[in-house]
């Protein structure tokens, strides 16, 4: 797990909820203070949906971020900065196969619980911290330092500055 400290708010902010940046994430948790605070659980309701959306999502655990991005930019939105807000995203299955598949680690995806890149705004500060979930206990770490690079990597392809 690493916390880097993202000290262009506007560049970073503009990637997290302007742009498809990160549209490849799905969201676990956002959670927004404004005037209110708003909660968003990114648990996906599947009776809402019909069959042929359902057959077309690739996950239907969690929503994908590129759903919810809209909703959260509306939130945030305007002449004041929000007080304080924390995203949660996690890796899709999908992508998590295929970084185990590229950079090989001594787990399966079975033992993977998941992958995880928070944000969390406040006291005008942001810092993007990554997190890693096994659902068994190991002394490797070789998974989280994967992901740890990956993060860095996925930063600097996007040009956002971090310490």
């Keep these: ?14 990637h997290l909820f302007a742009r498809p940046s990160f549209d490849y994430f799905l969201l676990k948790e956002a959670v927004i203070t404004t005037s209110n605070t708003y909660i968003i ?21 969690l929503m994908e971020w590129k759903a919810i991005r809209p909703v959260c930019f509306s939130l945030i939105k305007g002449t004041r900065l929000p007080l304080s807000f924390q995203i949660a995203l996690a890796l899709s299955r999908d992508n998590i196969q295929r970084l185990i598949q590229q950079n090989p680690v001594p787990f399966s995806m079975d033992e993977i619980g998941g992958l995880y890149l928070n944000f969390r705004y406040e006291k005008h500060g942001l810092t993007a911290i990554s997190g890693t979930s096994l659902n068994t206990f190991s002394m490797n770490k070789s998974l989280e330092q994967l992901w740890d690079d990956t993060v860095r990597k996925l930063l600097r392809q996007l040009a956002i500055p971090f310490e």
């Design 1 to 14: 797990m690493i916390g880097l400290q993202l000290p262009d708010l506007k560049t970073a902010t503009a």
């Design 41 to 61: 659980d990114g648990g996906m309701k599947k009776d809402f949906f019909s069959q042929e959306e359902l057959d077309a999502m690739r996950d239907t655990a």
